[in-house]
Every structure is written in C-alpha cells, then in structure tokens.
C-alpha cells in the first residue's frame, strides 16, 4: 500500500493497496481486474479443477481441486486465501499455483473460497462467508442430489481448514464458532485446523509489529492500513474478531478446540501474536503443533513455492493431516 497526497481539482487522495485496490478519501473505491502478484498458471493437468456457487446472494464462488488420478476417498483441506482482508481471490495465479500443490502433495480435495472484501464489506462479512462455504460443504454431504464431481472423492469425515494471513483469522474464528468434533456440520466432521500466519491485531503493538523492518514484505504500515480499511466503523484492533485476546474479547480458555497446525516465518511482523496464541492455547490444554520457519517472511510459501521451507511447511501440514485423520 501506499499513501499519495496528490491533489488537483479532479483528482482526491487515496490509500492504494498492493497495485491493485484504491480507496479515494470521498469514500469511493476501485479494484483492479488484474492480480496482485501477476506469475504464470502452472497447470499441467495433473489436478482437475472447477468453480462452484457456494453462496447466491453475493454470487461467491469457490474453486474446487482434486488429483486427476484419485480414485479413493481423500481428505478435504479448505485453504482460505489472505490479503488483509481487502485484497486477494481464489482466481489469483499465487493462489491457484499453491492449491495444485496442495491437492497433489497432500492428495487432498482442496476447497478454495471467496469472501467478501473490505472496505467495500467490513467485518464480520469475510467471517460469515468463510462459515458459509463449511455449510455448503455439509449440503452436499446430504444432498440427494450432490455434485458427483466432488462427492466421489471427498471424505467428509476428515475435513480441514486452512488459512493464509486473513484466511488463518478466519479459520481461527470458524474454529471458535464450531468447536471441537464441529457436532453441527454433521456429517462433515472437521478434524484440525492449519493457521499459516494468522492476520490477528490488537491496540497495544507486539514487539515484532513495533521493530519489524519498514521493507519487509506485510510492514507495519501495511498492516495498519488493512486493519483500518477492514475493521468495523468505529471499532479499533481490539475487536473480538481481530483479537483473541482482547479486553472486549470472551474467554478463550474453556473454549474446546480441534489440534492445530500454527506456523509463521521468523521475520514476520504478526510473529509474536502467533507465539502469543499458540502459548495460550497449549497452556489451556489444547493440541497445538507451532512451528517457527527463521528468517522467512509472511506468506513465504506462496511467494517461493518451490523453496526448501515452503516443501518443509507442506510435509508438515502432510504429517498433521495423517496424525489427525480418522
């Protein structure tokens, strides 16, 4: 993001995100057609995908990847795309390149949805939506009429839900929301939960969002700015769904958790808020697994997908799924 204070008779000040979202200081906004990170499609057919209405009223949509060769029931892993809850899509290059690799490397149907985005739609509307697409998988679990595609392969007793940055937020809200064994998706059941760096705030900055580098790649400006485009009107970075652990916030310690898989790289900003939470959680007797990637920055897996940590990141999401697979 950036600010600009260039001002003439027609043209107003505005926030810009990324390349690819302007918000003018009139309130209005505009998006960008185009990505944000602009790579090449690498589908080589070896993973079969499709797009699905999950939700009509707001027409969103989610995509849908499977192993072309899979033949036998797999696991359902939801990867929730992040982008500070402003920007980001399932239709984005990035996005779509890490799910190939996650449907053939976990052989797993992967479950990519939209939300909606702020400023346009503040939360909790990202939340509500990443709550609709768990429905949607339930309604196809008792669909007299599912979509084959999906229901041929999919078992729906060994469901996970992961989330990128925004998308670690709301997979922590989900799991807050439906509780261990998630008893009323039945019969889906959701068996974990995968935060990769979860988005979460709070007003009191953290040591690492206070010192961390002006260049990194999700800076503490950068930060700011998602957090005031996407939070409530009137609201501030202690709003429970910002932060877990704020004074506004319910406890979370009699609060029945499914495992997760935490793991964040050792130069993100939002470090210290996930060693906060998985502290937590772990001293209130909750399964956590946390893992640190030293000296990689926020969203290293989908930058470099083919690095030595993001292949190491996968084998552990690999390993969590088999340890907590039914």
């Known amino acids: ?69 899979a033949k036998s029931k797999l696991p359902i892993l939801y990867y929730i795309h992040g982008g500070g809850f402003c920007i980001g899509s399932r239709t984005w290059p990035n996005c779509q390149n890490y799910c190939f690799q996650l449907a053939l490397s976990l052989q797993a149907v992967i479950v990519s949805p939209d939300y909606r985005l702020a400023p ?26 599912p979509d084959t595609w999906l229901t041929d392969v999919a078992d729906f007793g060994n469901v996970f839900i992961s989330g990128d940055s925004a998308g670690g937020n709301i997979a922590h809200n989900l799991a807050v929301q439906l509780g261990a064994g998630s008893p009323e998706l039945a019969p889906v059941q959701v ?49 429970p769904l910002v932060n877990p652990f704020g004074p506004f916030s319910r406890s979370l310690e009699q609060v029945p958790f499914d495992p997760i898989l935490l793991v964040v790289g050792g130069s993100d900003l939002l470090k210290d808020r996930a060693a906060d939470y998985a502290h937590r959680l772990m001293t209130w007797g909750n399964k956590i697994r946390f893992a640190v990637f030293e000296g990689k920055q926020h969203g290293f897996f989908t930058i470099d997908p083919k690095s030595e940590a993001a292949e190491a990141l996968m084998q552990l999401v690999k390993e969590f799924i088999t340890e907590n697979s039914s």
């Open 1 to 69: 993001c950036q600010n600009t204070t260039e001002t003439t008779s027609t043209i107003l000040p505005y926030e810009e995100c990324r390349g690819v979202l302007r918000v003018y200081s009139d309130g209005s906004v505009v998006r960008s057609t185009q990505p944000s990170f602009d790579v090449p499609v690498h589908d080589d057919g070896s993973v079969a995908w499709k797009d699905v209405i999950f939700e009509h009223t707001h027409h969103l949509q989610l995509r849908l990847y499977k192993p072309a060769a």
């Open 120 to 145: 346009e739609h503040r939360l909790p509307a990202a939340i509500e939506d990443g709550y609709s697409a768990i429905k949607w998988l339930q309604a196809q679990a008792v669909s007299e009429e």
């Open 191 to 239: 068996k974990g939960y995968v935060l990769l760096a979860p988005f979460f705030g709070g007003t009191i900055l953290s040591k690492s969002e206070a010192e961390g580098p002006k260049e990194a790649f999700l800076n503490w400006e950068l930060i700011d700015r998602f957090w005031r485009l996407s939070i409530p009107v009137g609201e501030n970075t202690d709003h």
